[in-house]
């Protein structure tokens, strides 16, 4: 599926929450889970307004690796990846191996210099992509990292 429709999604969300008098607009961060992964970082390459990222099990293949990758350099906020050990192929990543991808991405952030933190959780059941079903410990370093790049 096309992503062009999802991010202007995003970005119209990202507007909307901008204008919020609740929110504070310089302390704004960016999470999301596999494709929800993608379409983060993808914002993080256009957006400068973003304080930091957080990406789980990233949904990244060979053919959207080459076309972001070349916007990496565009990233100016700190970068926070989550995956599980055994998140290497599965029905629901469609066989793409989440880990390789994930320690690829993980690879062109650190050698474009950006701000990036990995954590590799132990396997978690039959399927590492289940991780992130829903909230877990992972959580605690989130909050850390969120704590740590939102003051």
């Known amino acids: 599926k096309p992503m062009n429709g999802h991010i202007d999604d995003v970005d119209a969300a990202l507007d909307y929450l901008q204008r919020q008098r609740f929110v504070d607009p310089q ?44 916007e990496i350099d565009n990233i100016s906020t700190p970068v926070l990846i989550l995956v599980a050990e055994n998140d290497t192929g599965s029905r629901k990543t469609r066989g793409m191996n989440t880990l390789a991808g994930t320690r690829e991405l993980t690879d062109r952030l650190q050698q474009a210099g950006k701000d990036v933190q990995l954590i590799v959780y132990p396997p978690y059941g039959n399927d590492g992509h289940e991780l992130f079903f829903s909230v877990g410990s992972y959580w605690a370093d989130i909050h850390e990292f969120l704590n740590a790049n939102l003051q």
């Open 27 to 70: 302390r704004i961060a960016v999470t999301g889970f596999s494709r929800g992964g993608l379409l983060s970082l993808i914002q993080g390459t256009q957006r400068s307004d973003i304080r930091a990222l957080v990406i789980m099990a990233v949904a990244v293949n060979q053919r959207v690796s080459r076309s972001l990758y070349g």
